[in-house]
């Protein structure tokens, strides 16, 4: 299983608006290279982003809630211990983890990769990217885009679930 943790963030360090319930931006530029960095893997996002965005043309999604009987029309509904633990093994699918904060946060660790737009724009929000561990995440590259850097992160101390589940 790979992860893939990709996000769009404001100079600002905001990622959402829960006022909003939406992206406090609309840059197409930047979707678009969503959409070419997300297509053929499986999108994991939280219950809050997916019940804003609702799911997304032509890829699986999975909403993480800690409830597993919670419902989304579109979404295979897990928690994160589900998800982590039932694709332990399977090396060939990826994932591309979508948000919110929280599953930031919390999926960060098993994250291999890190793909982060850095708009060049504050933006009215209170939803904020946790932020990265510069002692185990390590610049790959680097793209100026028109109005966003699109910035790879590899993960030198990425853990797996395997690892966590043979400890016990």
Request: hydrophobic share 40%; glycine share 4%.
């Amino acid at each position: 299983m790979s992860l893939t943790l990709i996000a769009a963030v404001a100079k600002n360090s905001v990622i959402g608006n829960s006022k909003m319930r939406k992206m406090p931006w609309y840059v197409p530029e930047e979707l678009k290279f969503f959409k070419e960095n997300t297509m053929g893997k499986v999108l994991v996002m939280g219950r809050k982003t997916a019940e804003e965005t609702g799911k997304l043309r032509a890829r699986d999604c999975i909403v993480l809630s800690k409830d597993p009987a919670y419902k989304l029309h579109g979404f295979i509904t897990m928690t994160i211990e589900q998800l982590l633990a039932v694709n332990a093994y399977d090396f060939d699918k990826q994932y591309a983890i979508c948000g919110g904060a929280e599953i930031y946060k919390e999926l960060m660790p098993y994250c291999s990769m890190a793909m982060i737009s850095y708009m060049d724009f504050d933006a009215p929000g209170d939803v904020l990217m946790p932020a990265l561990d510069r002692t185990v995440w390590r610049r790959a590259q680097s793209v100026e885009m028109n109005k966003f850097t699109a910035v790879s992160y590899v993960n030198t101390d990425c853990k797996t679930y395997s690892k966590i589940i043979s400890k016990h």
